[in-house]
């Protein structure tokens, strides 16, 4: 029967639920992260159950004519999304079936419901029997073939083959699917949480709490619920929390303000002056036994090498393992169940691939055991069953993941996933018995507002109490950070954002949203209006060929040109005169390339001395200027860098302590009558939009927020109305607790 279409009804299927009104998909009562493409197409397949959906049809609904799009490479992979999300298969269907040629079906039951028939439990702080489970698929037993009476020989043989086959099963048993059921409990309940990580014996929990901009570690005794200070805060950043094996010290890498040097420590576990045992070093990865520790050495960024060391586990007898050339470096490190080999992760992001090799630490040679194309390993840690390989990756594309939790087996191609939401998890570490697991759980609301500006805020002239700023209009809220990103002004007053695979235009009230471009198995990212006619942005794995390159269309989105051939090229901007596009290409230099794609990009400027990098790119209104951001090498050492173009002259240099970064969002921009540039501080953990202007004047706060963070703002063509990103980060430690079934 034809389930017809109502915006209140939750449609069911399986463990499955989909609220059409909210547009969400439950799993067993947990929301899972499914992007609006392949959750359209689910919505009309399940319109018409049982009934096919045309190629066409869905092309019509989803991807109207003023949409340019590749169609049929869209569908398709809006489609193989879907399926992954709900476990499906192509060739032996569950729930959608290829008509081949025609298009698709909806082949399970599916009911109808007024409301949700199961509901979210709450997360607690017990591993009983309120924590909330995420119960994976039944497996279906094989069907046994039936056999004819064989005579007396024939069935011995069969006898002695099957005890054969038998011992051979119990020697060679694969390891169980980790996590196949599990409960998963928090820890911690102030939002605040970046890093932890769980003992051995899985009876304590060690945490980085950060609030207003200090970061603190705090002990948790999981039994009692008790919780103690090891160290008090300061403007240090953890990473990397480790416990002993032993569970009498924890390590981490500790980066000292001002300098960003990392450097390995080592302290008691209830407390107590931390011990640094590896200078300029960090991802300390602990031996099965406790009595080694391996970590990486960054070298010199120009020559593009790091360095693997094991030492003692009190940082004596300190040796180099292995020296290696490469464009990118290590994110994570793990010892071998036998304590033999230490395997790393790199991730190759202008490629969107990752590898994790294993490297003997006796000999220094070394093997790949793995490489993941589209997914970034950022954490590992080895299953006690020793074949299993638990690892925290995200995935590239706009259907991609950010921060989930998956495992990998030796010959395996590809991760497998044990979570599957729309939650984002931070690093993983496993007690000895495999059996809990602790992580960091991240949630990122945030609303998307415009509010005017008054003269006297943009001027710096007015005052909090003549020139006070409304409250913003919020048009746009989001769940997760990610979402939306990139915002931008188009000539005529309209918004112009990027949410992930696609490019919107919204309408200053709110109520007008415009499609230009989408691409759902790619990512488009910083949108940037170039007058009326035309659109830049960058545009990663475009038709699946890897590399962030920049794209011209026209404003309407159509007719995509690429402009650069692709490696890491962002925040493009385009020159007043529509001639040249200007962008920061992997992040150490300025380049300008033709509007109309004719020539090559030309480099213009180089990260100056005693800099790391560039961050954010904006032209002057007048054309003759470009302002960035120039991150030192000293921590605190951050200007906004302003370039006289056609000069060889070094940039003016503003301070900029305040800068608060991020990578997708735009965070500096010349304001409308070129006098100023615009960029987000932060202090005491709250952002607002400053500006400094030109003439060397102190700089000034445009907005008066008084909490959360800016991910990105835009100020209108004539300077009168602020479009802004606003949200904050909620993340707690939570355990997964593995149950059988």
Partial sequence: MQVPVDGSRVVCFGVFEVNLQEAELRRSGLRIKLQEQPFRVLSMLLEHPGQTVTREELRQRLWPANTFVDFDHSLNSSVNRLRETLGDDSENPRFIETIPRRG????????????????????????????????????????????????AVIMALVVVGAASFGVYSLLHRPAPRPFQNFTVAQVTHTGKALQAAISSDGKYVVSAMKDNELESLWLRNIPTGSDTQVIPPSVSHYENLAFSPDGNYIYFSRFDSPTPAAGVFRMPVLGGTPRLIARDAHLPAISPDGMRIAYVRPTDPKTKTYTIWTASSDGSNEAEVQSRADEEQPWALTWSPRGDEVFFSVQYRSRHVSVIDALHVATGKWRRFATLKTKLAQNMHWSPDKQTLLVLYSEYGASGTDGQIGFLRAGDDDVRPITRDSNTYRNLTLSADGSALATVLARSPAALSILPVPSGRRSGTGSQETDRMPEPTSLLEQSNRGDVESLGWTPDGKLLFSDAGQILKLSPDGKRREQLLADPSAEIYLP????????????????????????????????????TPGGKDYYSVCSPDQKAVYYVGSWLGIFRVALDGSGKPEAL???????????GLSVSPDGKMLATV??????????IALFELGSSAPPRMFDARRYSENFLGRRLEFTPDGKSVAYVGRENGVDNLWAQPLDGSAGHAITDFKSEQIWSFSLSPDGKSLAVLRGHLDSDVVLLQETKQ
Avoid: M
Wanted: proline share 9%.
């Fill in 528 to 563: 940037s209006a170039c007058g009326a006619n035309y659109l830049v942005l960058t545009w990663a794995l475009h038709g699946g060929k890897p590399g962030y390159g920049l794209w011209r269309t026209n404003a309407d989105g159509s007719s995509p040109v690429q402009l």
């Fill in 605 to 615: 400027y180089s990260v100056p001395e005693g800099y790391r990098r560039f961050s």
């Fill in 630 to 639: 120039a991150t030192g090498t000293q921590g605190s050492n951050t200007k």
């Fill in 104 to 151: 698709y079906r909806f082949i399970a039951p599916v009911e109808r419901s007024a409301e949700q028939r199961s509901v979210t439990q709450p997360i607690t702080d017990s591993l009983g029997t309120d924590s909330l489970a995420y119960p994976q698929p039944a497996v279906t037993a094989t069907k046994r073939p039936k056999w004819r009476v064989a005579p």
